[in-house]
């Protein structure tokens, strides 16, 4: 079945004929399409998905990367209890507000990945660091072993853990400062491009009740109004040559996405359809071809002005 029949049947039921299932699916493919839409709408397995670790980071300054950025990629462990308002952990920052905000409170990477990654990069024989293909290598504040992935996690999936609300808002969108951080620079398997062509860069948070969390609670599911339309698929949105125009368009309409993924994806409807170049967010700079000046991704010291809660 087209997926964008699918997302249709969420994001715009009454506008659904149904002869448009009907005539594109017998009834074998029907029963394997509504198996999976249960597996996805029910809550997480019996053992439950449960953090591993939190991290958070300050930002600092690192000389032999592109024009010597700022980051707080560089994440240590907490220890007991986490405070989380609507910029995240408090003792979290980010360098550039592109990389932070109340729709990006909160980055979780599954620590399967790194196993995937080490992988790739193995049969490939690109170099990389591979020391540093461990927790909290990409940045990240939470970290999961439990089967959570950009497959199994929904935009819009809002969950309970500990007495914080949370609700996922987006795909990470990969920037070339990991290619500096894994000491990875052949062009032709940066590790920025090459998570992004595998969706698996990880997904972002808002926080829609500020409380406390730590390693061991468990991700309680109350929500998830957009079962068919997992990370993984969001992220094809911008990583995929040919993908559905129709669930172009309705991603780019769809208000539990964060703005600026629907605003890649009515830059993409701008173009035919045809993907919108991501050069400048994955190899660094402000190069890169059919890429608007105001949808670059800004390098210098304008954009190191911390986010704003790194000011309390």
Same mark, same amino acid.
């Given at each position: ?19 448009? /299932?009907?005539?594109? +699916?017998?009834?074998?493919?029907? *029963?394997?399409? #509504?198996?999976?839409?249960? $597996?996805?709408?029910? &809550? ?28 707080? /990629?560089?994440?240590? +462990?907490?220890?007991?209890?986490? *405070?989380?308002? #609507?910029?995240?952990?408090? $003792?979290?920052?980010? &360098? ?217």
């Amino acid at each position: 079945l087209r997926p964008h029949i699918w997302l249709r049947c969420v994001l715009e039921p009454d506008r659904l004929d149904m002869g448009d /299932i009907l005539s594109t +699916e017998d009834a074998s493919v029907r *029963e394997a399409r #509504e198996n999976r839409a249960k $597996e996805r709408a029910m &809550a997480p397995g019996p053992t439950g998905w449960k953090v591993d670790k939190v991290f958070a980071g300050k930002i600092r300054s690192y000389d032999k990367w592109y024009r010597g950025a700022r980051s707080g /990629i560089d994440k240590k +462990e907490l220890e007991g209890q986490v *405070e989380v308002d #609507e910029l995240g952990i408090l $003792e979290d920052q980010q &360098a550039r507000t592109s990389h932070g905000g109340t729709g990006r409170a909160l980055l979780h990477f599954a620590q399967e990945s790194y196993t995937r990654i080490e992988a790739i990069y193995k049969k490939s024989g690109a170099e990389i660091d591979f020391s540093r293909l461990i927790a909290p290598g990409f940045g990240e504040n939470i970290s999961t072993s439990c089967g959570m992935n950009e497959h199994t996690v929904c935009i819009g999936d809002e969950f309970e853990l500990g007495s914080a609300t949370i609700r996922v808002t987006q795909p990470r969108a990969p920037c070339f400062h990991l290619n500096h951080r894994f000491s990875c620079q052949d062009r032709k398997n940066l590790l920025s491009s090459t998570v992004e062509a595998h969706c698996m860069a990880g997904w972002l948070y808002a926080v829609i009740k500020p409380g406390r969390f730590k390693a061991g609670d468990e991700f309680v599911l109350k929500k998830r109004p957009l079962p068919h339309l997992s990370v993984a698929y969001a992220h094809q949105m911008v990583s995929k040559q040919e993908f559905p125009v129709e669930d172009v368009k309705l991603m780019a309409e769809c208000g539990l996405l964060d703005p600026k993924w629907r605003n890649f994806a009515k830059a993409r409807i701008s173009a035919d359809n045809a993907p919108v170049s991501m050069s400048a967010r994955l190899l660094g700079g402000k190069k890169g071809a059919h890429v608007p000046e105001e949808r670059r991704d800004p390098v210098g010291p304008k954009d190191n002005k911390p986010v704003s809660k790194n000011e309390r």
